[in-house]
């Protein structure tokens, strides 16, 4: 199966972490849909590579859904000849977020490296 992701316009917003950087330039911001292939499998996402410019290996990231977190995923690249990336999602982590599989968010992406 391959991935498949709904994307909006990206947004970057401007913010300070808990030690006083400037997020800036870090902060993404974009529409996803959350996925699942099989109902036994966790939830996931797919980002499209513009999303992650520069990337290439997997990495930790903060993750709000609509606002709902920071969730701590890891992010990490689709593989199979694909240059998209992607993080699981658990169900409490969906629950909090009040999302459910199909269902269009708003993902801020936030990388810790």
């Known amino acids: 199966m391959s991935p498949h992701c709904d994307i909006g316009k990206i947004a970057y917003s401007a913010g300070v972490d808990r030690g006083g950087n400037d997020l800036a330039q870090n902060r993404v ?8 292939k099989e109902e036994f499998l966790p939830r996931y996402i797919v980002i499209k590579p513009e999303h992650v ?14 606002e709902a977190g920071p969730f701590t995923r890891n992010i990490r690249p689709w593989g199979k000849g694909s240059d998209v990336f992607f993080f699981n999602l658990t169900a409490p982590q969906c629950e909090k977020a009040g999302l459910d599989t199909h269902d269009e968010c708003v993902v801020t992406l936030i990388p810790k490296t």
């Open 29 to 36: 911001v974009f529409s996803a849909r959350i996925l699942r």
């Open 53 to 66: 410019p520069g990337r290439s290996k997997a990495f930790a990231a903060e993750i709000m859904l609509n």
